[in-house]
T-cell receptor, first 112, second 115 residues
């Protein structure tokens, strides 16, 4: 079975400082992994995805994530937080080759 | 082009009534998914349609839930005899071909409130 664990339910950073949102996965084979973002009262938007082509994946809005098989991790990072980054972030793995399995989400707060 | 659209955006109903939620996927996408987002359960998969294949209904929580996809495009999720625990945001997504690596594009959701 595949699943994802987001290690922090809330993360608070100051504007201009780095962001780290942690995600660990469990899978019996090489998974497809995604990060989605959900802004208040808006739909889910894909930030980036890992599909085994490259371990360092760059996404939109300056976010990137590194797939580390040895650590079963897929942490999301950004060098410098912006106020507009405040949202909920979901680490996602493909289940049964079709449906997405979502982590519990991490709410990112950005302080001025 | 147009994204995934869902209607209605909000639905308030009384316990025991039936509701229908509609999803219009992105044109040309062969795969369509329904998910539910609730406070207690997070985001969970409900059902998946791929082309003319039999749908994967393994995520439906009870036999009160059903879904159809007509003509390989529009889908309707029906909840019969609604219960308060059905209150949630119902999300629809579509993808080009439904493979492991395909991006799923989400609609804005339908917020269902059962009184």
């Amino acid at each position: 079975a595949q699943s994802v664990t987001q290690l922090d339910s809330h993360v608070s950073v100051s504007e201009g400082t780095p962001v780290l949102l942690r995600c660990n996965y469990s899978s019996s084979y090489s998974p497809s992994l995604f990060w989605y973002v959900q802004h208040p009262n808006k739909g889910l938007q894909l930030l980036l995805k890992y599909t085994s082509a490259a371990t360092l994946v760059k996404g939109i809005n300056g976010f990137e994530a590194e797939f580390k098989k040895s650590e079963t991790s897929f942490h999301l990072t950004k060098p410098s937080a912006h106020m507009s980054d405040a949202a909920e972030y979901f680490c996602v793995v493909i289940l049964r080759g079709r449906a997405l399995t979502f982590g519990s989400g991490t709410r990112l707060q950005v302080q001025p | 082009g147009a994204g995934v659209s869902q209607s209605p955006s909000n639905k308030v109903t009384e316990k025991g009534k039936d509701v229908e939620l509609r999803c219009d996927p992105i044109s040309g996408h062969t795969a369509l998914y329904w998910y539910r987002q609730s406070l207690g359960q997070g985001l969970e998969f409900l059902i998946y349609f791929q082309g003319n294949s039999a749908p994967d209904k393994s995520g439906l929580p009870s036999d009160r839930f059903s879904a159809e996809r007509t003509g390989g495009s529009v889908s309707t999720l029906t909840i019969q005899r609604t219960q308060q625990e059905d209150s949630a945001v119902y999300l629809c997504a579509s993808s080009w071909s439904g493979t492991n690596t395909d991006t799923q594009y989400f609609g804005p959701g339908t917020r269902l409130t059962v009184l």
